[in-house]
């Protein structure tokens, strides 16, 4: 069986061979894209794909909030999915070598399968998506995992894709951009910087598992507290034009935040080989900064868990998703007093490297997202600084409960499943993972 | 144990006791309530409780469609509990004998606590809501169910409430207008005509299940079903002004469809002696006739299935949940041809009683709706029908999966929910419900 370096050396050939290159551009060298007039919303003349459009959102509740940003509208329901066979009884994933244009080493381990419908149905008329049948009904398969799942509420409106695990019962063929691996070898690469892409890992995160140990609340206490944090906060939002939005710029380059905070939407020209169409252009939202991800981990009564939170982003669909701990951009958080900084968000970014259980760097989706890069980490506390009664919108919770909530949609954010990619990761890695191998 | 004849003696006894007048009122009479300059909406004086509002929706797919409609925008979530107490080990629910002006009969058997969030704040200034401690975390309970859940797609703009079921570990007061009731009790009354409201169906169906027996899809199987089916719709919706609705025109007492179609926006006032406040006015919405809501259902290797629908309607907060095999108001369907009526709606309004497993006449929620009467029905079909691959968009589960189903939010319409109930209660009748008893 391949090693990890095995599966690095060839994620290293395929980035060779397919001589690809994106560069800046200003707005006005986007090809089939423009600002619409009355709006000022960015659109693809197809009128498909996505927009670029504005966002109000106001908030009701302890702490009520409002504010306008820019914010991707495509409500199409893509299909991410990963093909699974049997070989000699060990489950193998197929996994494929694929080129982004936001990620920083553009080529990184993503699902078989990752198509927009306007991808499947042919809109940018390139070649048709390999392995897409399996996940159409267009050849036999056992279903493993098939829910549609949010992305990220901060930068996307109501964006959900349908996340898939299926298992062929015959033969796949082959192809040179894609390689069958074990949840092993998977666990193996999760521990490595941006190598496996993020729909890769909210897709493996929809595993079912075989349920956990005994957890501190039961699975009925845990929804009864989720209802209860959803019923806590009233969020409205409205679609705006991107034209008119308060605090935000247009230069020919970027539209930035006037504070050059949050992120900025920039446009980019693309070549590669192995895409579907060989040359586009395309805008992309590019945080300033790299953010933290981190679970809070502790043990009660010899059983693993993490501290979730109840989040509140703009662009959920219902009002609450459960995400990691910590979810932040510091820099965002550099002028306002301690108090109004995320919880925990010291205790993760100033750990001693002993209590750190895993820690990588992992990159958002690249077709969307320029350099959007995270450090996804998993932190122990104590009782001082993580109390079993944690503060309000926190609650500890097991991997296995999260296994669980992933197995339907609305419950856990894209960053939430990603981290419990990671956490599974450090379990099958053993020794590495000992903290919260049940 | 009392039987349902002391049951329904009891609910007459609180109706003569309360003395509480209803009556139609011209839009000019409502008091606090007013249409909104520019947009004709109508709004109440504190800005709470809720809005009339309009509505466009688009449903992109396989059969497009756009249309207008008055709507009802109520984005608080409230609390529908219902408190449950073991007396001899024997599991009990308090049920409440409540007022509701939309109600054809005016009182019926309501949730324990039946409170939108203007009413346990106190918006309206009237007495506090009794038993809501136990749903507020002021009382120990053992949480049996909660989960918000949505109500009419067709009538509201996104509205949920918190379906609770709560298990009281101390002594709870008596009140007179409260009784203990057990599931069989409750199972015996769901076989009468507008007894048992639709809160207390639908929280009722929300009592978690002991899981059932094997059905012809496997869970996961329905769950990608669903997933599937959410794909394939793409719903946009609007709030727009209600002044400006295509095809709806404002009289002094309504606001009707012009083809007196659907529903219409009336105004009543309401006396009452138990309500929180002693009198007010308030708008309804009044459908034009009785609907029909229906399970067809098969037994398949011995196990009892119904064929559960993938609904689109325009107030969902996600595209799709699954409602009963039809459900439609026949009227509004008189005009069109035979090849654009709901399927399975002639196979249950012509069924001969011989194959008519449940009947019973229900009201939807008299708070909102005036005379919102459907006939409730299960019917027996066999294989030339309703085949075991139905049409697209149908599928055959098993209560136990609509039980399942309901533990979450997003998956079961309110339909669906009151006839989950209703399937329930034939179960618990035993032989009335033996097509459906495992």
Redesign the interface.
């Known amino acids: 069986m391949p090693g990890v370096a095995d599966v690095r050396a060839w994620l290293g050939e395929r980035r060779d061979a397919t001589r690809f290159q994106v560069g800046r551009i200003p707005f006005a060298e986007l090809d089939g894209w423009s600002f619409d007039g009355p709006t000022g919303n960015l659109v693809h003349d197809s009128g498909r794909f996505f927009t670029v459009e504005g966002l109000r959102v106001s908030i009701d509740g302890d702490r009520p909030r409002e504010w306008q940003q820019p914010i991707i509208c495509q ?3 893509g ?1 991410l999915g990963i093909l699974a066979k049997r070989f000699d009884g060990v489950l193998h994933f197929l996994m494929q070598a694929k080129m982004e244009p936001g990620n920083p080493n553009l080529l990184q381990l993503s699902p078989t399968v990752q198509a927009t ?1 306007s991808n499947y149905t042919k809109v940018h008329r390139g070649a048709s998506v390999r392995y897409l049948e399996y996940f159409t009904g267009g050849e036999p398969v056992r ?6 799942q949010s992305e990220h509420g901060a930068w996307f409106c109501r964006k959900r894709n ?1 996340n ?1 695990i299926v298992e062929a019962t015959g033969d796949v063929p082959e192809h040179e951009d894609f390689r069958w691996l074990t949840l092993g070898q998977l666990a193996g690469l999760l521990h490595l910087d941006n190598v496996v892409n993020m729909d890769a890992r909210s897709v493996l995160a929809c595993m ?1 598992g075989a349920g956990g140990p005994t957890a501190l609340h039961s699975d ?2 845990l ?2 507290w989720i ?2 944090e ?2 806590r906060h ?1 969020v ?1 939002t409205e679609r705006v034009p991107r034209a008119g939005l308060r605090h935000w710029v247009q230069g020919p380059w970027s539209i930035d935040h006037e504070e050059r905070r949050h992120f900025r939407v920039v446009a980019v020209s693309v070549r590669a080989g192995n895409r579907e169409v060989t040359r586009w252009t395309q805008p992309l939202f590019e945080p300033y900064e790299t953010g933290i991800v981190a679970y809070v981990t502790r043990t009660f009564e010899g059983v693993p868990h993490v501290l979730a939170r109840a989040r509140v982003e703009g662009g959920f ?2 009002t609450v998703e459960l995400g990691p701990t910590v979810q932040a951009i510091p820099g965002n958080y550099a002028h306002v007093p301690a108090s109004e900084r995320p919880a925990f968000i010291d205790l993760v970014s100033s750990a001693d490297p002993s209590r750190v259980r895993y820690s990588a760097v992992h990159s958002e989706e690249g077709g969307r997202f320029l350099n959007a890069e995270s450090r996804y980490m998993v932190v122990e506390a104590d009782e001082d600084e993580a109390p079993i009664d944690p503060p309000a919108g926190f609650r500890w919770v097991t991997p296995g409960q999260l296994t669980m909530l992933a ?4 419950y856990l954010n894209v960053q939430a499943r990603s981290l419990l990619a990671c956490l599974n990761a450090m379990a099958a890695r053993g020794a590495a993972g000992a903290a919260l191998t049940p």
């Open positions: 409500f199409e329901v299909i419908r279903v493993l995992a098939d829910v549609l349908r898939m079912p009925v206490e929804r009864s209802a209860a959803r019923s009233i409205t669909l219902d197995q339907h949609s609305h």
